[in-house]
């Protein structure tokens, strides 16, 4: 399994975490490895095999969407945990911006 | 009174009959921690509140009121269930400071058994690992040898109850993370059957195979907890409606008439020869116990651990994306919204953490989707269907839960395909969706072995009867570390 430091640089990317420099090679090595054993999969033949489709035999679950107000603890509490705010109101930095990369 | 060894059953009596209040059993305990736990780090919060909680049940019980079949008795729980008001980290830096704004599911169910909440137990970063040495608060030692493991990711509860720290835990188990470190400690736990136990508040890891489940001295405690926690919950769709609730007065400690399979893939190269000398003397008394042993065939077994290694992965690369550090946990701002996400996973996330999320992104990503994810979903579908075909003859099977005992710290913290060929005989079951237990069965090297014991979807009841047969004809389970 090949692995160069490129593709873990673009994985990184997608998955949205920085990776010092100098770690780059270890995980390339890691991840080489591990995708090496996993591949003992390709031994097997299963052409007809159905995957599988749910752990718990795939019944949809319905409900009513209907709104519950929470209570002042729960939500003094769900609003501290913001990493910043503005009064009540979670602070986030703009999803879109003018410039393009 | 020592309180080390009391099981769960055995400190409900004392404190029905009036032997013993709650409060001075929790202080016993909160005692013991804080003179014991700095040697081995099984709690990562100890909560202030378990000595009114347990005062609470004291006066409860004065006035004569009913009490749950918990009441009274200290529980740990496992970092990665939410308490509310209680900080839950998952042992991960990239959840430092959140705090729990509601009760998990079992929380509620535990506190209405009348559970007094002990304490936060130390984990694996994020559940991800085998010895409870990737934890962000440090690593948990093995109270048989502190120079060991306890192995994980649920190590702190289960060093927690092997230590006497508390008579029972919580623990949640993806591929083995509630039974290999009990087996390693000398204790019992349960993966319950995928569906028996609501996951609502626990931090998911991969939710086509995260599980909760007890870990106890006993069998029969075991089936106490789970009792507790057990049932549909309408805020996990995955629950199921129960129509065989556990009732623990009805174990038989009987396996007269049962068939008892050994599969023979299992017990091949990559154990420890020792490891299986106890495990097949374990076979031998519940032989001479009245069951009959077969050999059985589990085919596609040597793909199990593969399988697992893109199923798991995949689902925490998916599941791990709602930690942005914007809304709780750990935050590292940048110049954009990108830089911030990148910096805070970056920073937050542990080596293991992000090695499984990157793994993950690539197993699912256009180009891969097919060889990786969706061929393991397929080789999850052989794997089902061996223990369909193996459950048609056999009532339970046996095999180790680990192939070693509890390995030296540090010995394969740098080898992640070492330390994932650990989960090599539990991950199965999460796989197929099967309730597995492990139970203490003897040593080596003066350090526990455990039984692992597997049945049919929805059968515990087969798991405590094995088990309880096991531990009423044995010793093991009444060992403690010195």
Redesign the interface.
């Known amino acids: 399994m090949k692995f160069s430091k490129e593709d873990v640089v673009q994985i990184a990317k997608l998955s949205r975490l920085h990776i010092d420099e100098e770690e780059l090679k270890q995980y390339q090595e890691d991840l080489a490895s591990i995708l090496g054993y996993v591949e003992k999969l390709q031994e097997l033949n299963t052409d007809d095999v159905p995957e599988f489709q749910h752990a718990a035999g795939g019944v949809n679950v319905f409900r009513d969407d209907v709104v519950k107000e929470s209570d002042a603890e729960t939500r003094r509490l769900a609003i501290e945990n913001f990493s910043e705010r503005e009064g009540d109101l979670l602070k986030v930095q703009a999803v879109f911006s003018n410039r393009t990369e | 009174m020592d309180v080390s060894t009391l099981t769960i059953k055995e400190a409900g009596e004392k404190l029905a009959s009036g032997e013993m209040t709650a409060e001075a059993l929790t202080q016993n305990y909160l005692d013991r921690i804080s003179e014991q736990d700095e040697s081995i780090h099984a709690f990562i919060s100890v909560s202030e509140s378990a000595l009114d909680e347990a005062r609470a049940i004291d006066a409860r019980r004065a006035l004569g009121e009913s009490l749950g079949p918990l009441a009274g008795i200290p529980i740990g729980i496992k970092d990665n269930m939410l308490v509310?008001?209680w900080e839950v980290t998952s042992a991960a830096q990239i959840l430092e400071?959140?705090?729990?704004?509601?009760n998990a599911t079992v929380i509620d169910r535990l506190k209405q058994a009348g559970a007094v909440l002990i304490g936060g137990t130390n984990m694996d970063d994020a559940a991800m690992g085998s010895s409870t040495e990737t934890s962000h608060h440090g690593p948990t030692m093995n109270p048989w040898d502190k120079t060991k493991v306890p192995g994980g990711s649920s190590g702190g509860s289960a060093a927690a109850v092997a230590a006497g720290f508390v008579p029972g835990a919580l623990g949640s188990d993806t591929g083995g993370s509630i039974r290999q470190p009990a087996a390693l400690c000398g204790i019992v736990g349960l993966k319950p059957t995928?569906?028996r136990v609501s996951r609502y508040g626990l931090i998911a890891l991969a939710s086509?195979?995260d599980q909760i489940g007890p870990i106890t001295h006993t069998v029969e405690d075991s089936a106490i907890m789970l009792q507790a926690i057990e049932g549909y919950d309408?805020k996990d769709?995955?629950?199921?409606t129960l129509t065989n609730t556990t009732v623990p007065s009805l174990i038989e400690k009987d396996v007269t008439g049962m068939t008892l399979g050994i599969p023979k893939e299992y017990f091949g190269s990559g154990m420890d020869p020792r490891v299986r000398d106890v495990v097949m003397e374990a076979v031998q008394e519940l032989e001479r116990a009245g069951a009959k042993i077969k050999e059985i065939s589990l085919p596609?077994a040597?793909?199990a651990l593969?399988?697992y290694?893109?199923i798991q992965p995949a689902e925490a690369?998916s599941n791990l994306?709602r930690l942005?550090?914007?809304?709780?946990?750990y935050?590292s701002g940048g110049e954009?919204?990108?830089e911030?996400?990148?910096?805070t996973?970056?920073?937050g996330?542990g080596?293991e953490v992000?090695?499984r999320?990157?793994?993950g992104?690539?197993t699912l990503?256009a180009g891969y989707y097919d060889?990786?994810y969706?061929?393991?979903?397929?080789?999850?579908?052989?794997i089902?269907q061996d223990f369909d075909e193996a459950f048609k003859d056999v009532d339970a099977i046996l095999s180790p839960t680990s192939p070693t005992v509890a390995w030296n710290i540090g010995e394969k913290f740098n080898d992640?395909?070492a330390m994932?060929l650990a989960d090599i005989y539990t991950v199965t079951a999460n796989l197929a969706?099967i309730p597995g237990m492990s139970v203490p069965c003897g040593f080596v090297d003066g350090l526990p072995v455990g039984l692992q014991i597997l049945a049919k979807p929805f059968d515990e009841y087969s798991l405590f009867k094995v088990g309880a047969t096991f531990q009423d004809r044995t010793a093991w389970h009444t060992q403690t570390p010195t």
């Open positions: 509310q008001g400071g959140h705090i729990g704004i509601y995928y569906g086509s195979l309408p769709s995955t629950s199921a596609h040597e793909y593969a399988t290694y893109i690369s994306g942005d550090g914007l809304r709780y946990g935050h954009n919204l990108q911030t996400y990148e910096r996973r970056g920073e996330f080596t992000k090695r999320i990157m793994l992104s690539y990503s060889a990786y969706r061929k393991a979903l397929k080789v999850r579908t052989l089902k992640p395909l994932y969706t």
